[in-house]
């Protein structure tokens, strides 16, 4: 059986955590020790989970990653008392711990007794398709705001039902925050930093106008979301802009949005970089400015 802090039902599960449990399988998989993985059913829904696991069907016990600590890990010994028991790539914080006393055997990554830190289990550990088969790497630029739309206003279902699609789609979801603030390090401090950031993205996935038309500037394919019932700015802009990835507030649904990102992903990104070099030099309503304030070409003065 194999354990680690994913486990839990009220444990929490880090990339790195599962890269160390797929080098632990790796290794038990080339020495031809069969075994099963235990997950909390709130990360691996319909699968071991560690409460309906019998612990007389196994014969070791093996815990990866993270701290040893505390009495959840007490708990496993007791439980598989009979196990041998070995924790691997973890750290040790205090080596009387029952829970670290509990193992037979700690193969530390640090602390308990260790004069040098070992490696991390991350490091070694199998990625399924290696770069080439990556997923997609999504841009995901939502807004709860916009309160002068008043009754037409979906923005809450809008953005639940986005983040529940997403939670089954394969990607890679990268938070953005179109809105700038110099004060706070985790927001953008300048439109140019966060054009910085779009080129670098396989698609985007907004509800905000400037989420769509800011894509299509850095040439990325963009599913647009107006979250206005009857449709309003961004519905508007796609129209603009000539882009078609385009769902109303009233279509939000699962098939529609994945059937609009596996366009961006596919021939989404060709048309994104026409539409990028056709819209940059493009008419826009400050091509009249100059005429709407009587400018005639000369140097003018306002008071």
Excluded at 222 to 236: E, F, I, Q, W
Excluded at 283 to 296: E, K, R, S, T
């Amino acid at each position: 059986m194999v354990v680690g802090w994913f486990s839990f039902l009220d444990g929490e599960a880090t990339a790195g955590d599962l890269l160390a449990l797929e080098r632990v399988r790796a290794v038990l998989e080339e020495t031809g020790v069969a075994h099963e993985v235990a997950w909390s059913p709130r990360f691996r829904p319909g699968r071991l989970a560690l409460e309906d696991a019998r612990p007389e069907d196994y014969a070791a016990l093996v815990f990866v990653c993270g701290p040893v600590h505390g009495p959840r890990l007490a708990e496993l010994h007791e439980r598989f008392a009979h196990c041998r028991r070995v924790a691997v790539g973890v750290s040790v914080i205090d080596a009387g711990d029952p829970a670290v006393t509990g193992f037979h055997k700690v193969l530390a990554r640090d602390g308990g007794g260790r004069p040098e830190p070992a490696r991390d289990l991350s490091l070694r550990a199998p990625l399924d398709g290696g770069a080439e088969g990556a997923p997609p790497v999504v841009g995901v630029v939502l807004t709860r705001g916009q309160r002068e739309y008043g009754g037409r206003r979906l923005h809450e279902s809008v953005a639940g039902a986005v983040r529940d699609w997403l939670a089954g789609v394969d990607c890679a979801p990268v938070v953005l925050e179109s809105r700038l603030d110099a004060e706070d390090g985790l927001l953008c401090g300048s439109a140019e930093q966060f054009m910085a950031v779009l080129p670098r993205l396989d698609a985007v996935v907004t509800d905000r106008l400037h989420g769509l038309v800011l894509a299509l500037r850095a040439g990325v394919p963009a599913v647009a979301v107006d979250p206005v019932r009857g449709g309003a700015k961004v519905t508007a802009q796609a129209r603009a802009c000539g882009w078609p990835a385009l769902v109303p507030a009233e279509e939000v649904a699962p098939d529609r949005l994945s059937g609009w990102l596996s366009w961006c992903l596919n021939e989404g990104r060709e048309a994104a970089g026409e539409r990028r070099n056709a819209l940059v030099g493009a008419p826009d309503p400050a091509d009249a400015l100059p005429a709407a304030l009587g400018v005639d070409g000369e140097p003018q003065t306002f008071a």
